[in-house]
């Protein structure tokens, strides 16, 4: 038999003044199951708490029932004082009788007898309260960063600096992503190797961060503070224990194949570093490519290497590590324009460039070393073309958001242009610019003064005649068809999600948005956490930014790492599902619905009627478990339940309020 | 589609007036490859674009009630309608979407033209038709079979905007870069060439209201076919094809006038084409029949055996040009060879490092 | 269905009608509204915090997520005496549990046809998202509810009755799934 303390607050006047605080006291008293009923002025002052202390050991009360505000407001408060008692801080209910009740109804009578309904309904599901407790989960405090780019790095330095070892996995030989790529950065120009390269040598050479290149997550299991992580590392074909990235193997290897650094615009080796500073600073073998792998004939460069660290049968290596916390930066990708725009020439014509391989020609170390000339001849374009939003804001062709970052680089690129081809014509077609950020529209204005002349509207047709490309557009402030003849077109395409970030998303539990980013926890408040605890967001994965904004999220999951690992054990959610084995028959309904993937079937051996009987069974992980119950409700045998909001619970309390 | 090439037609108000190249090429062509076309009877006018500004319901009414008359007609029930033009194809198509869209749709175009409309039965183009597999595979027969080729011809395949667009409704062929009129023609051994105009509109509509902006559409099409080597351009509607072959000659009076060079590209149907290559006749086709002369372009044709003719006297002549040239080289050698010995200076040291980078780097 | 026979037998005692003909002048519109924690209850939070003014016939539930709604709770409400049962979430998209809200509209809008077929009126049981900043959304739909139901009347009798038949407490475990099929 429970004994229920019920405390109903004054709140000074703020319940009081419409609320009969005495009458409820006097009705509380009546329900069953009330052992004790009072009120108090200030229920949540210091000496309000030590009368429901002194309460509790006096009436030998074991669950308090508190009439005050929101539970938002001070359930925990309560809930801190009662673990200062011999009660579970979990034998609590909250009847809100300030935000709903005497704050918004003026009538006294009416908001009495509401009270009083609110009472009944508390001390209804306050008597079927369990005790309820939290674990402890030990937290692992090695961090895992996906993703080289500048994001992850800057990511995995902050938390190496904490003092946490961290490993980085790259998809690519190299660190540095899409930034190492770039010639320059808006709005200072600074060089963007510059200040790329130094970080890549930085996370390459710091104690605490273990750089696996060439490497791919693959699975995932476990939970915040323990998840169980495979990584593949594909093979490299040279040993790099031995390897002292000399060079004499690249410059020796007889075969030449587009490089994917220079987008295509310049030839790199079958064995090769993508570019001079990589990170690792040794190369790889490109199976693919390479004529020893593929035909038996060659091995030049095993015959080169003075140091013997060519492995021809090199495979990949699996391994298996827990980490505490993830860093997802697995960046972005260009939108494949060639597939979607067949009015641009669908990527037939060899002058229609993306922004990305305009950044390579312009490059000083790119493959025409910084000369900007057209693709197909070798001539320096005299007028270009510069088509912004190729794929954003086009729901029809490409997607519906902003990429954010184009009119930045689109200015950037006609600022690049002009500089380097002073006698040169520069269009930019737009729809509207948009420049928020320190110094952004300063530079834009720029631009202009520079000679680019921007032309609001889209470009509807891009074909060859007579060696020209001819732009058909529409130039909406005057009203008027333009047409353009071109030597060279830069199309400064959307960002669309890496590939990968569909596979990894739901092996990590992070839901995408219709584009497919990665959703953060909350657009507002939570913008660098998922829904899956202990797995953060960093850079474009999340959405088109810039590199400043990329460089700020990874800086803050970082330090939402740093926080987690000031931990040495984590408390789980007490208020959690759990399954009755007597009841569970074992359909997995619950396992497809947990948006958290906590709960499992698992075999399980019984003794039936004196039989060995073995049953599929669902259990829930209280470390994945969140507590939101739309399990419960999927349970067709009224197995699964949730702690502290039990159908029980909710059914009694929906009954004290039908007496009306 | 049917199973046999078996389709109720709609021959279209132009098929026994402005285009009867078209009508007679593409009958050819049906009797060579066993397409049988059962014409629809009472068939009437698709409404085209003069309805569809008019009236959204006359334009789906219109061609409506002719499909409906397919459905109830014992020869051309069950049968999937191909048209020859692109203006009936969109309005017939668009018309037969509209009222298998929902059922709802489908009553009130019932309701409209007062008989029962099950919008069951698609819609083809003569182009979509004829670029089916089993069609297009029995006209590459037919061409084998009569042993002649149109080779060296180079061709702009012109689609106009009907016949791939809206995507939506046409759902055939790439509406920005379409390829097959390219396939089809490329069957006769003319090379279909790269340009840019596909699927540009000819200005057919506007040319009585808006002369002044329309003419412009119709020169820039041949502005760019020229610009890509075109010889002549390759159409699959007569609208398109009256309005460039008609005003072909506008078209270059006014260059001539302006000083710039005039076009000679005939314009044909992509049928008038292959009805060559099958032997098809250039009355028989109709080909006489345009207003641009086209029998210039008509007589590349030749047998497969004159082009295996030509190719062989033009190789014959090519290899004795490139012995030619070698006694020349050879006569080069020898002379340096006897300067060389005269200066008797030894290089085999330099040459031999040459020829080791060279294997390395190959 | 383990939920309705435990609690029919636990507590049914307590289940009165509130139909006698005394009441029937001075009637009014008995409300349940399911909260969930992060969205409604803090907008309804907001509202007493802006000294909103709403109808005291309204009483909120507070449940961890929309999706925590089991219809049987609300055939439990409207069997026993509520004349009208409101659940509100989170805006589709921003549920705290990442997709519960989802769940609770499939099924509770299968669930409200199964009502609508067994001759409820529409407007007695109504599902609506309200985020934890539109304090006034929540006071002008809970006004809304409760004058609609306030229109038309208390529940009859009958009509309870029909809603407490055990076959349509089965009808109405088979909404309970929630997934998309």
């Known amino acids: ?660 | 589609m049917s199973d046999t090439m078996r389709y109720a037609y709609f021959p279209g108000c132009s098929a026994a007036g402005t285009s009867i190249p078209y009508t007679l090429s593409a009958g050819f062509i049906a009797k060579k490859i066993g397409l049988e076309l059962v014409e629809i009877p009472d068939w009437n006018c698709c409404g085209t674009s003069a309805a569809l500004v008019t009236d959204r319901d006359l334009a789906v009414a219109l061609p409506a009630r002719s499909l409906a008359i397919a459905e109830h007609n014992a020869a051309t029930a069950g049968l999937d309608v191909a048209t020859p033009c692109a203006g009936c194809f969109a309005s017939l198509k668009s018309a037969r979407d509209y009222a298998a869209s929902s059922e709802q749709r489908r009553a009130r175009v019932e309701a409209m033209i007062g008989e029962s409309y099950s919008a069951t039965a698609d819609v083809f183009s003569f182009l979509e038709l004829m670029a089916q597999e089993a069609a297009a595979t029995a006209i590459e027969q037919a061409i084998q079979d009569a042993a002649l080729t149109l080779a060296g011809l180079k061709v702009a395949c012109y689609y106009g905007c009907a016949l791939v667009r809206p995507a939506s409704i046409c759902r055939f062929d790439d509406n920005e870069n379409p390829q097959s009129m390219d396939r089809l023609v490329a069957l006769t051994g003319a090379e279909p060439v790269e340009w840019a105009f596909k699927t540009e509109c000819c200005g057919a509509s506007h040319q009585m209201t808006e002369p002044a902006a329309a003419r412009q559409l119709i020169e820039r099409i041949f502005v760019d076919a020229a610009a890509n080597g075109a010889e002549l351009i390759a159409t699959a509607c007569p609208l398109c094809m009256l309005n460039l072959d008609l005003r072909l000659a506008e078209v270059n009076k006014r260059r001539q006038e302006a000083g710039q060079t005039t076009f000679d590209i005939p314009v044909f149907y992509f049928t008038e084409l292959l009805g060559l290559c099958m032997g098809g006749g250039v009355r028989q086709l109709g080909i006489d029949r345009h207003f641009h002369p086209a029998e210039p372009q008509a007589k590349r044709l030749r047998t497969l055996q004159q082009l295996a003719e030509e190719q062989a006297a033009r190789e014959a002549a090519e290899a004795a040009e490139a012995a030619r040239q070698r006694d020349v080289r050879k006569e080069e050698a020898a002379r340096k060879k006897s300067e060389a010995a005269a200066d008797a200076v030894p290089a085999a040291a330099g040459q031999g490092t040459v020829a080791d980078e060279k294997e390395v780097h190959a | 269905m383990s939920v309705v026979e435990t609690n029919v037998a636990t507590t049914g005692a307590m289940a009165t009608g509130a139909n006698s003909p005394a009441a029937a002048e001075s009637w009014q519109p008995s409300i349940l509204a399911f909260a969930c924690h992060w969205c409604t209850y803090s907008g309804a939070d907001l509202a007493g915090l802006n000294r909103m003014e709403y109808p005291a016939n309204v009483r909120l539930l507070r449940v961890p997520c929309s999706g925590r709604v089991n219809p049987q709770y609300v055939l439990s409400a409207l069997g026993k005496g509520a004349d009208g049962v409101l659940v509100c979430g989170c805006h589709p998209g921003d549920c705290h549990y990442v997709s519960g809200n989802y769940y609770a509209k499939r099924r509770l809008m299968a669930f409200k046809r199964l009502l609508e077929f067994t001759g409820l009126e529409p407007g007695r049981f109504q599902v609506r998202w309200i985020s934890g900043s539109e304090a006034g959304k929540f006071r002008d739909t809970v006004t809304r509810v409760c004058e609609e139901v306030r229109a038309l009347g208390p529940l009859t009798t009958d009509q309870r009755q029909a809603l407490a038949d055990p076959v349509l407490a089965g009808a109405a475990a088979t909404t309970q799934a929630g997934e998309a099929q």
């Open chain 1, 1 to 660: 038999m429970s004994r229920i303390g019920v405390i109903v607050c004054h709140c000074g006047s703020n319940i009081a003044a419409t609320v009969d605080v005495e009458q409820v006291v006097q009705v509380a008293k009546t329900l069953p199951h009330v052992a004790y009923a009072a009120d108090n002025k200030y229920t949540c002052s210091d000496q309000g708490q030590q009368a429901i202390k002194e309460a509790i050991v006096e009436h030998r009360l074991d669950r308090i029932v508190i009439g005050s505000c929101s539970p938002r407001m001070h359930e925990l408060t309560f809930r801190k004082m009662l673990s200062q008692t011999d009660i579970n801080p979990y034998m609590l209910e909250i009847a809100n009788l300030r935000e709903q009740c005497s704050w918004v109804h003026k009538n006294k009578a009416e908001g009495t007898a509401k009270a009083i309904d609110l009472i009944k309904m508390a001390v209804a599901k306050c008597d079927r309260d369990q005790p309820l407790f939290t674990m402890s989960i030990p937290v692992n405090k090695r961090a895992l960063v996906i993703g080289g780019g500048i994001a992850g790095m800057q990511a995995a330095l902050d938390i190496a600096d904490a003092g946490y070892p961290v490993t980085l996995v790259e998809k690519e030989p190299s660190l540095g992503g899409k930034m190492v790529m770039l010639d320059k950065t808006f709005p200072t120009m600074d060089c963007s190797a510059c200040i790329c390269t130094p970080k890549m040598a930085d996370v390459g050479s710091h104690p605490n961060i273990t750089v696996k290149s060439l490497a791919e997550v693959e699975q995932i299991s476990g939970y915040v503070g323990n998840f169980e992580v495979t990584i593949r590392e594909r093979a490299k074909y040279i040993d790099y224990s031995l390897c002292t990235g000399c060079g004499l193997c690249e410059t020796k290897c007889p075969t030449k194949t587009p490089s994917s650094f220079e987008q295509g615009l310049g030839l790199r080796k079958a064995i090769y570093k993508p570019f001079a500073q990589a990170v690792p600073g040794k190369p790889t073998i490109d199976a693919e490519h390479c004529r020893k792998l593929t035909t038996g004939k060659c091995g030049v460069c095993e015959k080169v290497c003075p140091l013997g660290a060519i492995r021809y049968d090199d495979t990949d290596k699996v391994t298996a590590e827990t980490y505490g916390a993830i860093v997802v930066a697995i960046g972005y990708q260009l939108i494949d324009w060639g597939s979607i725009y067949g009015e641009y020439g669908g990527g037939r014509y060899a002058d229609v460039i993306s922004g990305l391989q305009f950044e390579r020609l312009v490059n000083a170390s790119g493959p025409t070393e910084g000369h900007v000339v057209r693709p197909s001849d070798g001539q320096e374009p005299k007028s270009v073309v510069i088509v912004k939003c190729v794929g954003s804001r086009d729901p029809e062709h490409g997607r519906s958001y902003c990429s954010r970052a184009c009119c930045m680089y689109g200015a950037k690129h006609a600022h690049q242009y002009l500089d380097k081809v002073p006698d040169g014509r520069c269009y930019v077609f737009y729809m509207d610019v948009r420049t928020p950020g320190k110094g952004y529209d300063e530079f834009y204005m720029n631009t202009q003064h520079d000679g680019a002349l921007y032309l609001r509207g889209r470009v509807s047709k891009i074909y060859q005649q007579n060696g020209k490309l001819i732009c058909q557009g529409e130039d909406t402030l005057s009203g008027q068809q333009v047409t353009v003849e071109a030597d060279m077109v830069v199309l400064e395409t959307a960002m669309v999600p890496a590939n990968d970030a569909d596979r990894l998303g739901s092996m990590l539990g992070i839901t995408r948005d219709k584009d497919l980013w990665l959703s953060e926890a909350h657009p507002k408040l939570r913008p660098v956490e998922t829904n899956s605890a202990g797995i953060y967001l960093a850079g474009t994965c999340q959405g088109p930014k810039d590199i400043p904004d990329s460089v700020a999220q990874a800086s803050a999951a970082a330090m939402k790492v740093a926080v987690l690992f000031a931990h040495d054990e984590l408390e789980s959610n007490a208020m959690i599902a759990s399954s009755d084995v007597a009841l569970c028959n074992g359909c997995g309904a619950c396992v497809s619905i947990c948006p958290y993937s906590a709960i499992t079937l698992e075999e399980i051996t019984l003794r039936e009627n004196s039989k060995k009987v073995t049953r599929r069974i669902s259990k829930v992980n209280p470390g994945l478990c969140q507590g939101c119950g739309a399990c419960t409700v999927a349970c067709r045998p009224g197995a699964m339940d949730l702690r502290g909001f039990s159908d029980e619970q909710i059914m009694r309390e929906v009954d004290a309020l039908c007496q009306w």
